[in-house]
T-cell receptor
């Protein structure tokens, strides 16, 4: 079993749609959680950290369920520029990345 | 300030050759990470340093791979007797603290012919 597993995708949605990504992790001792965004042939960049209480940044909402070892990312009112691969990242003493979920937002 | 830099940006080598990939982290960042990313996959953890020491090298695939960070800043990933399967983008990241936000360099695209 992989340490971090994500929805396989790809997700193809129209502009304005709401889309949700899920991620599960296996190490119950994990302490830090992030969503990164990666554009084609570019390096990953931090989208947002994920806190136990849940957090929101504009159109993006992240939630963490420690009991179920589950993380989610919700994107509302999706834009063309949201098209990218979204990587779930879980940290304990180091960081482990999921394989990523590819999102394409179409006009 | 400057971000994480990696050199070279591209490296083409022949099977069996030795390569070195360099990473310059953000100044003052104590944690440095190396990852390998193949097409369609997420970054695969290789090794991370806390200061000069390798705190976790469990991701190195075999003994052909080695990394150093002698002065706690610049790091070099070394690959001996390269194989075609080593072809990937090698990413370096740094963070101010372990398990803190990581900032990635642009990567080195290694192609082994």
């Amino acid at each position: 079993r992989k340490e971090v597993e994500q929805d396989p995708g790809p997700f193809n949605v129209p502009e304005g749609a709401t889309v949700a990504f899920n991620c599960t992790y296996s190490n119950s001792a994990s302490q830090s959680f992030f969503w990164y965004r990666q554009d084609c042939r570019k390096e990953p960049k931090l989208l947002m950290s994920v806190y136990s209480s849940g957090n929101e940044d504009g159109r993006f909402t992240a939630q963490l369920n420690r009991a179920s070892q589950y993380i989610s990312l919700l994107i509302r009112d999706s834009k063309l520029s949201d098209s990218a691969t979204y990587l779930c990242v879980v940290g304990h003493n180091d960081m482990r990345f999921g394989a990523g979920t590819r999102l394409t937002v179409k006009p | 300030g400057a971000g994480v830099s990696q050199t070279p940006s591209n490296k083409v080598t022949e099977k069996g050759k030795y390569v070195e990939l360099r990473c310059d982290p953000i100044s003052g960042h104590t944690a440095l990470y190396w990852y390998r990313q193949s097409l369609g996959q997420g970054p695969e953890f290789l090794i991370y340093f806390q200061g000069t020491g390798a705190a976790d090298d469990s991701g190195l695939p075999n003994d052909r791979f080695f990394a150093v960070r002698p002065e706690g800043s610049v790091s070099t990933l070394k690959i001996q007797r390269t194989e075609r399967g080593d072809s990937a983008v090698y990413l370096c990241a740094s963070s101010s603290l372990v398990s803190d936000t990581q900032y990635f360099g642009p990567g080195t695209r290694l192609t082994v012919l």
